[in-house]
């Protein structure tokens, strides 16, 4: 498809267990973003990445969250150790460049339910 | 940091206008966006605007940007139950990154 795709959908998981959520940004696009939608948050930066520079990191809430991003393209959101407070609606973003007013395409999200 | 209010709720009737407003604290924003989120679904851009203008218009939408005040505000001309949604104001606060950050988004009910 064309647009921002994540997956899974869904994640139901036990505390303590570690996950992985993908993130399968438009093609050519090179900035990428996670962002997190919880109840309690709203809707939080955690990490940007853009072609071949570091990743801006800043919004990550804690040590136990990680992501990387290989070849420019797919990247992965790992959470370490879940806790119950990381239940919420994890979403990515692409964008053609990081610049000007260009768009932020967003994907479905996956929803994380920790137990 | 930069902080994004909103209220939580609006309800309008069908065919009247809606207005949904946003505050932010950070002067040195540089572009404003409205997303709609409607149930089950992810956000989708509705309209931007660039810090350095005060007004753009699209259609049914209107975004007023009074930046002394910083006061952002969406305008849905004729409100259709279709509008029916979350809308969330968001800032880019430049740089290299780019960054939205997120109001707490109002839900917009609409009454046939």
């Known amino acids: 498809g064309a647009g921002v795709s994540q997956s899974p959908s869904n994640k139901v998981t036990e505390k303590g267990k570690d996950v992985e959520l993908r993130c399968d940004p438009i093609?050519?696009?090179?900035?990428l973003y996670w962002y997190r939608q919880s109840l309690g948050q709203g809707l939080e930066f955690l990490i940007y990445?853009?072609?071949?520079?570091?990743?801006?990191k800043s919004g990550l809430p804690s040590d136990r969250f990680s992501a990387e991003r290989t070849g420019g393209s797919v990247s992965t959101l790992t959470i370490q150790r879940t806790q119950q407070e990381d239940s919420a609606v994890y979403l990515c973003?692409?964008?053609?460049?990081?610049?000007?007013?260009?768009?932020?395409?967003f994907g479905p999200g996956t929803r994380l339910t920790v137990l | 940091g930069e902080d994004v209010e909103q209220s939580l709720f609006l309800s309008v009737r069908e065919g009247d206008s809606s207005v949904i407003n946003c505050t932010y604290t950070?002067?040195?924003?540089?572009?404003l966006y409205w997303y709609k989120q409607e149930p089950g679904a992810g956000l989708q851009l509705l309209t931007y605007?660039?810090?350095?203008?005060d007004m753009k218009q699209d259609q049914r939408l209107t975004v007023l940007l009074n930046k002394k005040d910083k006061h952002l505000s969406l305008r849905i001309a004729d409100t259709q139950t279709g509008d029916s949604a979350i809308y969330f104001c968001a800032v880019a606060l430049g740089g290299a990154t780019n960054k939205l950050i997120f109001g707490t988004g109002t839900l917009l009910a609409v009454q046939p």
């Open positions: 950070d002067s040195s924003s540089t572009y």
């Open positions: 973003a692409s964008r053609l460049t990081s610049g000007g007013a260009g768009e932020q395409f």
């Open positions: 605007i660039f810090s350095n203008m």
């Open positions: 990445f853009q072609g071949n520079s570091a990743p801006d």
């Open positions: 093609s050519g696009h090179t900035a």
